[in-house]
């Protein structure tokens, strides 16, 4: 008796699933992407500190900057402490710990970084950290 031998057919290489697979990876990674120096405002010249130490960006965090004259600009946007306060509530409502980095002119009045952080706290943001630059090496 003859038996006929059936070799499956050579197994091809298929690109399309892999270039599927490479889209979708290159999607999630622009969308997670976080665009961390945009929300620095270049106007806002910060406090110098000789201790403290570059603590790395948290997920989700919002950077509000202070500017000399007491403005408030937060992702390149101007606010009053009116809708500073509203826009924090929102943030809070989807994320009981928002973080906030508090970006403040070196020459700004106290008095202004305290009613931010005021309308902050009024809001129910507890998480509230400080920017400071590095001292110029002589």
């Excluded at 490479?22 to 976080?34: K, P, W």
């Excluded at 390149?76 to 980095?101: A, C, F, H, S």
Aim: aromatic share 8%.
């Amino acid at each position: 008796m003859k038996f006929n031998k059936h070799s499956a057919p050579p197994a091809g290489f298929q690109l399309a699933p892999m270039i599927d697979i490479v889209f979708l990876l290159l999607a999630f990674f622009i969308v997670t992407y976080q665009m961390t120096d945009q929300e620095k405002d270049l106007e806002v010249n910060l406090p110098t500190a000789e201790e403290g130490k570059a603590k790395p960006r948290t997920y989700l965090e919002k950077v509000i900057n202070i500017h000399e004259d007491g403005k408030v600009v937060i992702d390149k946007k101007p606010y009053t402490l009116d809708e500073l306060q509203v826009k924090m509530g929102n943030l809070v409502r989807v994320n009981k710990n928002q973080p906030i980095r508090v970006r403040g002119d070196a020459k700004t009045d106290y008095e202004h970084i305290v009613r931010v952080i005021d309308r902050c706290r009024k809001a129910g943001v507890w998480n509230i950290s400080f920017a400071t630059g590095v001292p110029k090496q002589r």
